[in-house]
């Protein structure tokens, strides 16, 4: 009877149109490194608060948890450069590189004060330091000092030039001794009083440079004993002894930090290198050596010695030891190049080229990073890794320059590593240095063999693996030219290698035989084709074999890549929704959208690529920034992972896989309409068609889902939210060709 019912509801309601599913983003988060600290401070409650390159961290030393903060509803921006504990409140204000200023309340609540972000009359607004007196917050700026009274929220005023010093000069650090306030700049110290009605007074400011004792006139660092104020140059630690500043501490290394500890009988000073922690007796006998970017002591009574270690944040020095705080992070906010694996780990390489100032490569597997480099994995052989490349076979690829590749297989809870380089493969290093190994982007063909883009060496493209078995190839269309970064394999065998440097495209195919008498070898240039540039970023090959390729120009498709042959060039047809944007990569989702991250965000194309699904900017969305450097989606679960050289935004999405079969599921349940935003169908199979209906076999909605799940807003086809009752879900999928029926309670 039920289906007899559901049947002639179909037959009833086929002339109202289904409305197609589109791409839905939400649920965004932030990736980002929190290795790289900047400064640290301890609060009243006596957890450690730290600032990074990548956001905030607050380290409970009780319980050993880490709680961390982005731009996703706490901070502004994630590049955080100073910040300080308000022990007498227990709020917490965090500066940052681009001027935004956030306050952290003991509620859990931020607030963010914009004024200087957006004081564009000065290029480099970075905040450098705070000092708290009384109500007023000092707060130092790459172009002066400015006065910010907390009781009302109001800015006092800006000092932007300092006595005789240059306009917008930079201040690095701020101390207040007594009733005075001091401060570290780039052309020597300034102290003015505090009693004076204002600070923007030239005549209210003293200058002490090299004439009063300093070694250099760029002052980094300066702190208060209690009774004198030290700072420190690049290499010297001086102390004011009223009328000059002495030395105290000097060194053959750069300086980069100072802190001072009041004692009974005299202050500490402290002041650390790349390679030691040093105070006024020697350095401290560390029982392990440590690469350190800084150093501070968080607290007032009995401070807390934090030394910044670097690529692995915080530790906490304690006589010669140094107990690291975990912080779960990767070790670059570079996100250059992303794949997710099998198991939906993201891959992530950090060299960014140019410059090939790489950390190596980062791994999460969803709980844990695991950061792969030359210290930690001694089969890699350079930082500098460009390009990871998920294949068929299930292993990653780990693409570097200079020193070859790292094949990885990836498990359920470890990865298994293998160098191939020139010693043990076809692969060759380049002209002047056969061991200087280059390899960008690794592909799989349907007969398993494996193919290395192996760049700029002196006489091959390729190296080609099946097996254990190694061959090579050459660019067919010029030997000459072995600047190739990116290639995709198409459904017959032919090899697509893209350009960044102008070559365009070389299309080849062995057909799988050692004779070249009937190989394929064409190129695809603007010269020969409606190709934008010849400067090729991304190749690719989509669900129905159609090849796409992006350029410095656009986005182009080959539809009909198995026209191409020696003498015949396939037809390359424009995007015209995307043309004269610069492409960075492109990425074919499980329905076969393309993501195309672009110099000015992100846009989603159909399938066929005539339509423009969704626009993923910074300005409409959290992304961390416009230039979108790479994408990877995770098809089981329709996660996106938006890299840039800022971080990685990533957001839930729609388009996951189908599922084989229908095994329909619907959550929220009850959905209250007009309360929760939508609901979820779940469990759907492939092109699924989808009719909502009352239990007496009224249409309620119909809905149209390309891949696993659909989302109903509980409204009917008029816009109107559905009363309450329970409601049938009927799928059907002329595709797999079967159907499935499932409910939805709805209330209000």
């Not at 509801?9 to 600290?37: D, E, K, P």
């Not at 701020?174 to 102290?191: C, P, Q, R």
Request: net charge neutral; hydrophobic share 40%.
């Amino acid at each position: 009877m039920m289906q007899f019912l559901l049947a002639s509801i179909v037959l009833l309601c086929a002339s109202i149109t289904l409305t197609a599913q589109s791409i839905n983003i939400t649920g965004w988060r932030t990736l980002s490194s929190l290795t790289t600290v900047l400064g640290a401070d301890r609060a009243r409650d006596g957890a450690i608060w730290a600032v990074t390159s990548g956001g905030v961290i607050r380290v409970d030393l009780q319980s050993r948890s880490t709680t961390e903060y982005r731009n996703v509803n706490a901070l502004q921006t994630l590049d955080c450069t100073s910040l300080i504990c308000d022990r007498s409140n227990g709020t917490v204000l965090v500066g940052q590189r681009d001027g935004a200023i956030d306050i952290w309340s003991p509620s859990g609540t931020w607030t963010p004060l914009t004024e200087i972000r957006r004081a564009t009359q000065y290029p480099r607004r970075a905040i450098t330091d705070f000092e708290l007196r009384g109500d007023t917050v000092f707060i130092a700026t790459e172009f002066g000092i400015v006065l910010y009274r907390r009781s009302n929220g109001t800015f006092i005023e800006t000092i932007d030039r300092i006595g005789t010093l240059q306009e917008k000069t930079r201040v690095s650090g701020l101390t207040i001794l007594n009733d005075s306030v001091w401060a570290a700049t780039d052309s020597g110290v300034v102290v003015a009083p505090l009693n004076v009605g204002t600070l923007r007074l030239p005549s209210v400011w003293k200058l002490y440079g090299m004439e009063s004792g300093l070694d250099a006139r760029k002052v980094s660092h300066i702190a208060s004993t209690g009774t004198s104020v030290v700072v420190a140059t690049d290499y010297t630690c001086l102390e004011w002894t009223g009328s000059r500043f002495e030395p105290r501490i000097g060194s053959t290394s750069a300086i980069n930090g100072l802190s001072v500890r009041p004692t009974s009988d005299a202050s500490q000073i402290m002041i650390s290198t790349a390679s030691e922690l040093r105070n006024l007796a020697g350095p401290l006998p560390l029982d392990a050596p440590i690469a350190l970017t800084g150093h501070t002591r968080a607290g007032d009574a009995n401070p807390e010695l934090l030394a910044f270690v670097r690529d692995r944040a915080l530790g906490r020095v304690d006589g010669s030891s140094v107990e690291l705080l975990d912080v779960n992070s990767p070790i670059s906010n570079q996100f250059a190049d992303m794949t997710v694996d099998e198991f939906g780990g993201v891959w992530v390489a950090t060299d960014v080229d140019p410059p090939r100032t790489g950390q190596g490569v980062s791994y999460f597997n969803g709980t844990r990073w695991q950061n792969i480099t030359t210290a930690t994995t001694p089969a890699l052989r350079s930082n500098a890794c460009y390009r990871v490349s998920r294949v068929a076979d299930g292993t990653v690829w780990i693409g570097t320059w200079g020193g070859g590749a790292l094949r990885c297989t990836p498990g359920r809870d470890s990865v298994r590593v293998e160098r191939v380089d020139h010693t043990n493969s076809s692969l060759a290093g380049i002209t002047i240095d056969p061991a200087y190994v280059l390899v960008s982007e690794v592909a799989q063909d349907r007969r398993g063999r494996t193919w290395l883009l192996n760049e700029q060496a002196a006489d091959r493209l390729f190296a080609i693996a099946q097996g254990e078995t190694w061959t090579s190839a050459t660019n067919c269309t010029d030997p000459r030219s072995t600047i190739f970064r990116t290639l995709a394999v198409d459904n017959n065998g032919t090899v697509w290698a893209g350009s960044p440097t102008g070559s365009g495209v070389v299309a080849y195919n062995d057909r799988g035989t050692e004779s070249t008498t009937d190989d394929i070898c064409q190129a695809i240039r603007s010269s020969n084709t409606q190709l934008q540039d010849n400067a090729v970023s991304a190749i690719r090959v989509d669900r129905s074999g159609a090849v796409w390729i992006g350029t410095a120009k656009g986005v182009s498709v080959i539809s009909s890549p198995g026209s191409v042959t020696t003498t015949s060039i396939p037809f390359v047809r424009r995007i015209s929704a995307l043309s004269s944007v610069v492409v960075n990569d492109i990425v074919v989702d499980a329905l076969n959208y393309k993501w195309i991250a672009t110099t000015g965000g992100v846009f989603v194309l159909n399938d066929d690529g005539t339509e423009v699904l969704a626009t993923i900017t910074k300005g409409s969305s959290p992304l961390l920034d416009d230039n979108v450097r790479t994408i990877a989606i995770d098809e089981q679960t329709g996660t996106v992972y938006f890299g840039t050289t800022n971080g990685c935004s990533v957001a839930q999405s729609s388009s996951i896989r189908p599922a084989a079969e229908f095994l329909i599921k619907t959550y929220p349940q009850p959905f209250r309409a007009g309360t929760d935003a939508q609901v979820t169908i779940d469990g759907l199979t492939a092109d699924a068609d989808i009719r909502i209906m009352t239990a007496s076999g009224f249409l309620v909605a119909a809905i149209q889902a390309r891949g696993k799940q659909a989302l109903w807003d509980g409204r009917d086809v008029r816009g109107e939210l559905v009363p309450p009752g329970v409601y049938l879900v009927s799928a059907s999928s002329a595709t797999t060709n079967t159907s499935a029926v499932g409910k939805i309670a709805v209330t209000r």
